[in-house]
């Protein structure tokens, strides 16, 4: 499991201060302004303190230890920050989507594997996961009708409707 995690992209500067605006990839926007420290690589490697972070309008603007003029700002535009996984609050039970990346989907009651996850996206509804097998993409629905049950070290255990997967079986 990575230990560092996309939390956010620096997508624009304000004000002449060294000020950056950036796009949240948190659960919340919340969840990234309590973060004190990001990083400018995904290894850990380049830490950079977070003096303030506020929320607005979709975006969490902040300043960053040791960017204190809108040139240096804007050499970063186009970033992408890191977080430490221990830093980002996770409910019991809970699990990052980097985490599901990898792991087969598996029917709960054969046991026949439908692929991996390649990609999870939200569609605003409830996330889907994109299942590959073969070079073939199938969109997944990540809600619980369809989700007996994720074990990071298994796979994720699905109950699919006939149709969903080209081989999915009759459920009866």
Same mark, same amino acid.
């Given at each position: 499991?990575?230990?560092?995690?996309e939390?956010?992209?620096?997508i &624009?500067i !304000?004000?002449?201060?060294?000020?950056?605006?950036?796009?949240?990839?948190?659960?919340?926007?919340?969840?990234?302004?309590?973060i004190?420290?990001?990083?400018?690589?995904?290894?850990? &490697?380049?830490?950079?303190?977070?003096?303030?972070?506020?929320p607005?309008?979709?975006?969490?603007?902040l300043?960053?230890?040791?960017?204190?003029?809108?040139?240096h700002? &804007?050499?970063?535009?186009?970033?992408?920050l890191?977080?430490? !996984?221990?830093?980002?609050?996770?409910?019991?039970?809970?699990?990052?989507?980097?985490?599901?990346?990898g792991?087969?989907?598996?029917?709960a009651q054969?046991?026949?594997?439908y692929?991996?996850?390649?990609?999870?996206? &939200?569609?605003?509804?409830?996330?889907?996961?994109?299942?590959?097998k073969?070079?073939k993409?199938?969109?997944?629905?990540?809600?619980?009708?369809?989700?007996?049950?994720?074990?990071?070290?298994?796979?994720?255990?699905? !109950?699919?409707?006939?149709?969903?997967?080209?081989e999915?079986?009759?459920?009866?």
């Open positions: 499991m990575k230990q560092y995690l939390a956010c992209e620096i &624009n !304000r004000g002449l201060k060294g000020e950056v605006k950036v796009d949240c990839f948190c659960d919340s926007l919340d969840i990234l302004c309590d004190k420290t990001l990083y400018f690589d995904e290894n850990g &490697n380049e830490p950079v303190k977070v003096i303030s972070a506020k607005y309008k979709g975006f969490v603007y300043m960053l230890d040791g960017v204190s003029d809108a040139d700002a &804007n050499k970063l535009r186009g970033k992408t890191f977080a430490h !996984r221990d830093d980002i609050p996770v409910e019991e039970g809970g699990y990052f989507i980097e985490d599901l990346l792991l087969s989907v598996i029917d054969t046991g026949k594997i692929g991996t996850i390649s990609d999870v996206f &939200n569609s605003g509804a409830s996330d889907i996961y994109t299942v590959t073969d070079g993409d199938n969109l997944f629905p990540a809600v619980s009708e369809f989700i007996e049950e994720i074990d990071l070290e298994k796979g994720v255990f699905v !109950r699919p409707i006939p149709g969903m997967f080209d999915a079986e009759e459920i009866e």
